[in-house]
């Protein structure tokens, strides 16, 4: 993450003795990405973060993906899907949407408390697309809500606790998300034209801290799923610092880019990750030319396939399609797209969009995981021709 922050108690100096209140020395642990030669937090632990009891190897029930064949434009819909359980949790609960060897996209709503678990392959980014809850981490607690995104570094340990169902798109990287590199300073600072900026981002504000002994914790990891029994609860953190925590980020707070002609997707860019790429569309006022076109124009994503969650509002340039809240369009590389019939000429004129979505653009195609499958609308391809196969 771009800033330093500081929760709890830490030694003035790094790596020096610092002792708890009976005289014993708390274990220190780096968590630090790149192999030390980027950010990094120093935790101070009550109890060994080493000492774990068991290992078990968990299998991984979500199945592989199918690639994108036919080829075509795809509109999937995320209120069609149901759990097999009346508790669900965010982690065991997620379905998979689509994969690609960069990211796994996943959907759960989730009602109750999730295991402990850790990714320890890549970032993961959550949205909020509705219900509220507490992200627990050893870093400390996040209360987050509907339009807030999580971001939860590489292998730090959280459990999701909704106290409403939380509906949640989750992207788990196979590296580290942030902010764009062009948002921020040689230093790390949000520069003036990045569309939000360190107030707008919210971290742990006190230690979390839980007594407890043989705690498992689910890990995800290159080869699958490993249980850990750890010998004391992983919540024993009392002090941390650095530039490397989970943080949130609510959409709300993005300040859109307008202009007086239309402004092309990366205006709207919020995180970077490995070869994709989280844009928001918010609620804004558009185009202000004379003759201005507000709805985009067609376009062919040459390099990209381009995945939209549409969670507010009306989409203006998708009137007529069969997309509403909790869709999910995916318009492939290799396919022009573009607003649906009348689109363009019922934009005219108009001055604000009040639409709210979510786009991750993969450089990688993405393939159809079990929920694809379960949740499309078979019609979408079809929509701009207003006839289908005959
Ligand atoms: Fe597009």
Known sequence: MAYYRQVGEIPRKRHTQFRKPDGGLYAEELMGVEGFSADSALLYHRYLPTAIVNAETVKDERGTASPNLPLKPRHFKTGALTWASDEVDAVTGRRKLFSNPDVTIGFVVANAPSPLYRNAFGDELLYVQAGSGVIETIYGALTVGDGDYVVIPTSCTYRVVPSSPMSLLVLEATGHVGPPKRYLSKAGQFLEHSPYCERDIRGPEEPLLVEGTDVDVLVRHRA????????????????????????????????????????PPPVHQTFEGPNFVVCSFVPRKVDYHPLSVPVPYNHANVDSDELMFYVGGNYEARKGSGIGIGSLSLHPSGCTHGPQPGAVEASLGVDYFDETAVMVDTFRPLELGEAAEASEDPAYAWTWARRGPA
């Open 224 to 263: 699958g799923l490993t249980r850990f029994t750890y010998a004391n609860h992983p919540f024993d953190v009392v002090g941390w610092d650095g530039h490397l925590y989970p943080w949130a980020f609510n959409i709300r707070d993005f300040e859109p880019i307008t202009g007086r002609v239309h402004q």
